[in-house]
């Protein structure tokens, strides 16, 4: 099968490399309308007498022609040529926002498409840290996502490490998308004042270790062929938040449980960590002299053991 292209009086080609490095930061409209440049030869030789009549003809405004233009100058796919179009293509670039460090992160500016080439022409920090955040995401962004990237760094005041950072987390765990990480770095720094790499570096540690103890619970208390109700979140967040209380109190809470009712059960055990706290138990000998305490008989229970021990226990009862 062989193809051929209806040229008709001029051929055109478009230099690839550039087309495709810049193809994927492209609007529909922006393809449409090089594909409109490529094919009139009368809009190449005079841009401004034509400008007009080619926009209506694409069913575009002339604003939106001309936005598709330097877009396509600032990828290195168009050449402008002659005094006053080039003085008035250069002249309508706008300025990208300046970076500052917004007191809260309600929103972040959007770019235009002529703003993005112009910040990544004229900026080697930040055509740098698009290149490398496309390489931790492992794929070309749009132009919406180059964006939303470049609004961290600039709006947001974040250094490059820490956004690539933050890039590399959500991918890893399998949040793919730009946005989302466009909203945790907005929480982060709204919520938790969270503003360098080093305390970024800390939180995920710390949230990580925090999702391993939950996960093990889930299994500790048999739930994890379901998902947990938002009472049972609330109550496992209350433990570890606020109560401060570390897996070996919780898995005597949990043993206690299921001595008295038999199966796991979190609003029970929930009850048992409730009563502790309430009494400023924070050590399993404290735990053991409230039971003798009460006269409750805790037989067979020891004083110290492994909590790994009943995670396998539990997960042994789960599949069983």
Not at 236 to 261: F, K
Request: charged share 30%; hydrophobic share 40%.
């Amino acid at each position: 099968m062989k193809l051929s292209f209806n040229y008709g009086q001029q051929v055109v080609v478009l230099p690839l490399q550039p087309l495709l490095a810049r193809a994927e930061q492209a609007t529909r409209r922006d393809l449409k309308l090089l594909l409109v440049l490529a094919a009139d030869a009368r809009i190449r030789e005079d841009y401004a007498a034509e400008a007009d009549r080619v926009a209506a003809e694409a069913g575009v405004t002339r604003a939106q022609l001309d936005q598709a233009l330097r877009f396509w100058q600032g990828a290195g796919v168009i050449d402008v040529a002659g005094g006053e179009e080039e003085a008035e293509a250069a002249s309508a670039v706008k300025a990208a926002p300046q970076k500052k460090h917004l007191a809260r992160a309600d929103a972040l500016p959007e770019y235009t498409s002529d703003q993005l080439s112009h910040l990544l022409e004229t900026r080697t920090e930040a055509r740098s840290l698009i290149d490398a955040a496309q390489q931790t995401c492992g794929r070309m962004f749009t132009t919406m996502e180059v964006g939303i990237v470049l609004g961290m760094l600039d709006a947001l005041g974040l250094e490059e490490e820490y956004i690539l950072t933050l890039l590399a987390w959500c991918t890893q765990h399998g949040k793919k998308s730009v946005r989302y990480a466009e909203k945790m770095a907005i929480a982060l720094c709204d919520e938790e004042e969270i503003r360098d790499a080093e305390a970024l570096n800390r939180y995920l540690r710390d949230r990580e270790a925090k999702e391993g103890i939950i996960s093990r619970l889930r299994t500790m208390f048999g739930a994890d062929a379901r998902s947990l109700t938002q009472k049972e979140k609330n109550a496992i967040t209350r433990w570890l938040d606020s109560y401060g209380y570390g897996e070996e109190i919780i898995a005597r809470a949990y043993e206690i449980t299921v001595n008295a009712t038999t199966k796991p059960s979190i609003p029970y055990a929930d009850s048992i960590l409730t009563r502790w706290h309430s009494q400023g138990i924070t050590t399993l000998e404290e735990i053991d002299a409230d039971a003798r305490a009460r006269g409750e008989a805790q037989s067979g229970t020891p004083s110290s053991f492994d909590t790994d021990e009943y995670f396998e226990d539990a997960l042994k009862r789960s599949y069983s």
